[in-house]
C-alpha cells in the first residue's frame, strides 16, 4: 500500500506540474479529479466488497501422489455497473508439513459475471491437502488503491498414496491359525465346534465325538459333522503415531507401507486387522481388512489420524482391546513409515 500510496503522489505532483506549466482548463479538471480520487476509490472499492462473492466447490476430494492435481476457486460479481479488478492468493500445504505453496490468481469480473480461476500443482507426498483461499484484493480501476479481503477459505484434498505388492511370505502357521470370528470359511474345514463345515458319511479315520447321531439315526448309517473354520483376523497391522518429529515424507511413507502391506495381504487371501490409537476418544481403532475394497477404506481413514502424546494410556488401551485375543504375527509400521516384526527390520517379511 506505502509503494502504490508514492506512485499517487507522484501522480499528483505530475499534474500539478503540468497545471502550473500549462494554462488548461481540461488540466485543471483532471487535477480536481485527481485530488478526489481518494474519495472516489474508497466509494467504490466499498460497494466493490460487498458485490464480490467465493466459493471453493470445484476442488476435488482426492487426489493421486506424485500426479498434477487441477482446483479452482469460483468468484462472482453480482453487481450490474461495477467491474472488479482484483488479485488473490492461493496456498497449498500438507497438513503434516511447516511449508506452504502459494499462487497467485489476478484478472477483472465484468458486471453479473463469474470468474473460475483453476489452478495447477504436483503432489510430491501423500496425506491430507489444504488447499487455501488465503486473501483477495480489490483495487480500484486506477490501481492505485486496494481493499485486502481475508477469507481463510479452505478444503482438504486426501490424497492417495502410491502403492505396490510387497515381497511377503505367509507361512504355514498363518494359513492355520485360526482366530475367533463370526464368520467361516465355506472352502474348508477346521476345528470350531460350534459351527458345522458339511455333513458327510462316516470314515474309519473320524472321531466318534463327531458323528450326528440324529441324523445317522434317520439315515440309518453313520454320519460325520465336519467342523467350521473360522474367518478371523490372523494378522495385526499396528499402526504406532507417537507426537514427535513429524514430517511430511514420513507420514506419506507411512501411509504407502500400509497401503502396499494390506493390499498384498488381501491379495493372498490373508485376512487381517489394522488398529492404532486414538487419544481424542482414548481408544484403539480396528478395522478388519479382507479384499483389497477394504484396504483403500484404511488409507482413507488413516489420513485423519492424529498423533498421541500419552505413551502409558496407549498401553493401557491395546492391552485392554486385544485382551484375550491372539495373531499368528504382529506387524508395526512406525511414523517413519519403517516396518518391523518382533521389534526388528525384516528382509523378507514372514507373518
Same mark, same amino acid.
Given at each position: 500500500?506505502?509503494?502504490?500510496?508514492?506512485?499517487?503522489?507522484?501522480?499528483?505532483?505530475? %499534474?500539478?506540474?503540468?497545471?502550473?506549466?500549462?494554462n488548461?482548463?481540461?488540466?485543471?479538471?483532471?487535477?480536481?479529479?485527481?485530488?478526489?480520487?481518494?474519495?472516489?476509490?474508497?466509494?467504490?472499492l466499498?460497494g466493490?466488497?460487498?458485490?464480490?462473492?467465493?466459493?471453493? $466447490?470445484?476442488?476435488?476430494?482426492?487426489?493421486?501422489?506424485?500426479?498434477?492435481? &487441477?482446483?479452482?476457486?469460483?468468484?462472482?460479481?453480482?453487481? *450490474?455497473?461495477?467491474?472488479?479488478?482484483y488479485?488473490?492468493?492461493?496456498?497449498?500445504?500438507?497438513?503434516?508439513?511447516?511449508?506452504?505453496?502459494?499462487?497467485?490468481?489476478?484478472?477483472?469480473?465484468?458486471?453479473?459475471?463469474?470468474e473460475?480461476?483453476?489452478?495447477?500443482?504436483?503432489?510430491?507426498?501423500?496425506? /491430507?491437502?489444504?488447499?487455501?483461499?488465503?486473501?483477495?484484493?480489490?483495487?480500484?480501476?486506477l490501481?492505485?488503491?486496494?481493499? /485486502?479481503?481475508?477469507?481463510?477459505?479452505?478444503?482438504?484434498?486426501?490424497?492417495?498414496? @502410491?502403492?505396490?505388492?510387497?515381497?511377503?511370505?505367509?507361512?504355514?502357521?498363518?494359513?492355520?491359525?485360526?482366530?475367533? #470370528?463370526?464368520?467361516?470359511?465355506? @472352502?474348508?474345514?477346521?476345528?470350531?465346534?460350534? $459351527?458345522s463345515?458339511?455333513?458327510?458319511?462316516?470314515?474309519?479315520?473320524?472321531?466318534?465325538?463327531?458323528?450326528?447321531?440324529? %441324523?445317522?439315526?434317520?439315515?440309518?448309517?453313520?454320519?460325520?459333522?465336519?467342523?467350521?473354520?473360522?474367518?478371523?483376523?490372523?494378522?495385526?497391522?499396528?499402526?504406532?503415531?507417537?507426537e514427535?518429529?513429524?514430517?511430511?515424507?514420513?507420514?506419506?511413507?507411512?501411509?504407502?507401507?500400509?497401503?502396499? %502391506?494390506?493390499?498384498?495381504?488381501?491379495?493372498?487371501?490373508?485376512?487381517?486387522?489394522? #488398529?492404532?490409537?486414538?487419544?481424542? /476418544?482414548?481408544?484403539?481403532?480396528?478395522? &478388519?481388512? *479382507?479384499?483389497?475394497?477394504? #484396504?483403500?477404506?484404511?488409507?482413507? *481413514?488413516?489420513?485423519?489420524?492424529?498423533?498421541?502424546?500419552?505413551?502409558?494410556?496407549?498401553?493401557?488401551?491395546?492391552e485392554?482391546?486385544?485382551?484375550?485375543?491372539?495373531?499368528?504375527?504382529?506387524?508395526?509400521?512406525?511414523?517413519?513409515?519403517?516396518?518391523?516384526?518382533?521389534?526388528?527390520?525384516?528382509?523378507?517379511?514372514?507373518?
Amino acid at each position: 500500500m506505502i509503494r502504490r500510496g508514492i506512485l499517487y503522489l507522484v501522480f499528483l505532483l505530475l %499534474l500539478l506540474y503540468l497545471f502550473f506549466m500549462y494554462n488548461d482548463t481540461v488540466l485543471s479538471g483532471i487535477l480536481v479529479l485527481g485530488l478526489l480520487c481518494p474519495v472516489f476509490s474508497s466509494a467504490y472499492l466499498a460497494g466493490a466488497k460487498k458485490r464480490l462473492h467465493m466459493d471453493l $466447490e470445484r476442488i476435488p476430494a482426492m487426489g493421486e501422489c506424485k500426479k498434477r492435481i &487441477r482446483a479452482a476457486v469460483t468468484l462472482e460479481n453480482s453487481s *450490474r455497473f461495477l467491474s472488479l479488478y482484483y488479485e488473490g492468493r492461493i496456498s497449498v500445504k500438507n497438513c503434516f508439513a511447516k511449508k506452504k505453496t502459494r499462487k497467485k490468481i489476478r484478472g477483472v469480473i465484468l458486471p453479473g459475471k463469474k470468474e473460475v480461476c483453476w489452478c495447477e500443482f504436483e503432489t510430491e507426498m501423500c496425506g /491430507n491437502v489444504e488447499f487455501e483461499l488465503e486473501s483477495v484484493r480489490i483495487y480500484d480501476p486506477l490501481g492505485f488503491f486496494y481493499i /485486502n479481503i481475508r477469507c481463510h477459505m479452505s478444503s482438504v484434498i486426501r490424497v492417495m498414496p @502410491e502403492f505396490s505388492l510387497m515381497p511377503v511370505e505367509i507361512t504355514r502357521r498363518t494359513r492355520e491359525f485360526q482366530a475367533e #470370528a463370526e464368520e467361516y470359511s465355506g @472352502e474348508r474345514q477346521g476345528d470350531d465346534p460350534s $459351527e458345522s463345515y458339511q455333513i458327510r458319511e462316516y470314515r474309519m479315520q473320524d472321531s466318534l465325538r463327531d458323528i450326528h447321531w440324529k %441324523l445317522s439315526a434317520r439315515e440309518e448309517e453313520l454320519m460325520v459333522r465336519e467342523r467350521g473354520f473360522p474367518l478371523g483376523c490372523v494378522v495385526l497391522i499396528w499402526i504406532d503415531l507417537p507426537e514427535g518429529k513429524q514430517s511430511a515424507e514420513g507420514f506419506s511413507r507411512l501411509l504407502s507401507t500400509a497401503a502396499s %502391506l494390506s493390499v498384498t495381504l488381501a491379495e493372498q487371501k490373508c485376512i487381517h486387522m489394522a #488398529a492404532w490409537y486414538e487419544e481424542k /476418544n482414548e481408544r484403539i481403532v480396528k478395522m &478388519r481388512i *479382507r479384499d483389497e475394497e477394504n #484396504a483403500y477404506e484404511l488409507i482413507w *481413514r488413516l489420513m485423519e489420524i492424529a498423533p498421541y502424546r500419552d505413551v502409558e494410556k496407549k498401553k493401557a488401551c491395546f492391552e485392554e482391546a486385544f485382551k484375550g485375543q491372539k495373531f499368528s504375527s504382529i506387524v508395526e509400521i512406525d511414523r517413519e513409515g519403517v516396518l518391523r516384526k518382533d521389534g526388528e527390520i525384516p528382509e523378507l517379511l514372514r507373518v
